[in-house]
């Protein structure tokens, strides 16, 4: 640890293991994906605790995926619940539900994921919710397993959105934009 590392604020420290933790999932490296996503929820843990004021709703998001993805569920609802309440960012409905369903609330994780915004875009996620919202409401689901179907959703949508990208880049636009944070 250099000098200069002491100087980098919390949530730069954050932001920076998460967009790295989500490099490391697109790449198929889940190990070291969940080292930056640790170190990513340790570092949203001392800025949300020196946090004076309001803290962006971006911050929120990215420190309750890192929790979510570490399994701290508890603390993945928490601030995803501030999150939802202030702006509507995707990635926090569908992280919120699949915290809520890893906790065995399969009623709070249809009502998060029932509530992600069709505005977003991202077609496989979003049928991917739908489904999984329809055989929660209907009884009886298995939570781990509509997990495992978002995740693998998710996945999927990331490798399309990452087509897309290379894609715009190469000069070309018919392909349709995808929305972030």
Known sequence: MSFFSKLVRPETKGKKNFERGRAAEARGDFGKAESYFGEGAAAY???????????????????GVCYTR?????????????????????DAFVNAGYAAAKLGRGDEAARYWSLYPSWAGQRKVESALKEQVRLIRAGGPDLDAACE?????????????????????AGRRTSEFRQGY
Not at 45 to 51: I, L, M, N, S, V
Request: glycine share 4%.
């Open 70 to 90: 570490v399994g701290r569920y508890e603390d993945a609802l928490r601030v995803f619940a501030e999150c939802v309440e202030r702006k509507e960012i995707p």
């Open 149 to 169: 179907a978002v995740a693998v959703a998710v996945f999927e949508q990331d490798k399309v959105n990452a087509r897309d990208r290379n894609f715009r880049e």
């Open 45 to 63: 843990d001392t800025y949300f605790a020196g946090a004076q004021g309001k803290v962006r709703p971006s911050h929120l998001v990215m420190a």
